[in-house]
Nanobody
Framework: QVQLVESGGGLVQAGGSLRLSCAAS????????MGWFRQAPGKEREFVAA????????YYADSVKGRFTISRDNAKNTVYLQMNSLKPEDTAVYYC????????????????????WGQGTQVTVSS
C-alpha cells in the first residue's frame, strides 16, 4: 500500500506562486514515476505534469508549460510542483499520483496508468 499526502495549497492572487509537495510512503519511491493532476468544479480531472522515476524526464500539459515545474527528491520521498504566474483558471483541487508500473522509461499523462492517489490540496487563484 502507498500513501500520498499533498500539501502547500492555498489562496493566491493572479500572478502569484505556490509550491505543492507530495510526500510518499509505503514502497520504493524512487522506482516509480509521479504525476500531478487537477480537477476544477464541474470539470473532469486533467493531467498537469509528470516526472520519471529518476527525475530525468518531465512532461507537462500545454496549459502549464513554462509556468509550472515538477521535481522530485528521492531521498525525501517527495515530489514537488512549483507553480508560477498563476491564473484564475488554475483554480482546482490538485492531486499527486504514483505510477502503477515501476521503472517506466517516460512519464505518462494518462490517469489510468496511476494506481495510487493522494487526497488532494485546494489551490484557489483570485483575479
Amino acid at each position: 500500500q502507498v500513501q500520498l499526502v499533498e500539501s502547500g495549497g492555498g489562496l493566491v492572487q493572479a500572478g502569484g506562486s505556490l509550491r505543492l509537495s507530495c510526500a510518499a510512503s509505503g514502497r520504493t519511491f524512487n522506482s516509480y514515476a509521479m504525476g500531478w493532476f487537477r480537477q476544477a468544479p464541474g470539470k473532469e480531472r486533467e493531467f498537469v505534469a509528470a516526472i520519471s522515476y529518476s527525475g530525468a524526464v518531465t512532461y507537462y500539459a500545454d496549459s502549464v508549460k513554462g509556468r509550472f515545474t515538477i521535481s522530485r527528491d528521492n531521498a525525501k520521498n517527495t515530489v514537488y510542483l512549483q507553480m508560477n504566474s498563476l491564473k484564475p483558471e488554475d483554480t482546482a483541487v490538485y492531486y499527486c499520483a504514483a505510477d502503477v508500473r515501476p521503472l517506466r522509461v517516460g512519464p505518462t499523462p494518462r490517469d489510468s496508468e496511476y494506481r495510487y492517489w493522494g487526497q488532494g490540496t485546494q489551490v484557489t487563484v483570485s483575479s
